[in-house]
């Protein structure tokens, strides 16, 4: 069983630059295939950004590409999420998922585990 916390929460006005972290504990990290998703109030969980277990390769939605970096650090059991350029779309609620599966995936039904998500709100 992985436990996922994410933190990083923030307000910030467009055109700024936010971090997100997600501790994982329980299970073997370098062995899962990661990936931020998120929430729009009233809006449909969406995949953002994806790092592979097995090949390190990254994928991002077409709205965040060229802004945000996926990063993981095997070593202290962590996936980072560089959020730049940030846009009041941007805003919503950002949740760490764990998926078993070697490539990356994007549907949520595709991710094993979830976090309790932390909240980003980008002002205009």
């Known amino acids: 069983q992985v436990q996922l916390v994410e933190s990083g929460e923030g307000l910030m006005q467009a055109g700024g630059s936010l971090r997100l972290s997600c501790a994982a504990s329980g299970g073997t990290f370098n062995r899962y295939t990661m990936a931020w998703f998120r929430q729009a109030p009233g809006k449909e969980r969406e995949f953002a950004a994806g790092?592979?277990?097995?090949?390190?390769?990254?994928k991002y939605t077409d709205s965040v590409n060229g802004r945000f970096i996926i990063s993981r650090d095997n070593a202290k059991n962590t996936l980072l999420l560089q959020m730049n350029s940030l846009k009041p779309e941007d805003t919503g609620r950002y949740y760490c998922?764990?998926?078993?599966?070697?490539?990356?995936?994007?549907?949520?039904?595709?991710?094993?585990?979830w976090g309790q998500g932390t909240q980003v709100t980008v002002s205009s």
């Open positions: 998922a764990a998926s078993q599966r070697a490539m990356i995936v994007t549907s949520p039904r595709d991710y094993d585990y």
């Open positions: 790092i592979a277990w097995f090949s390190g390769a990254t």
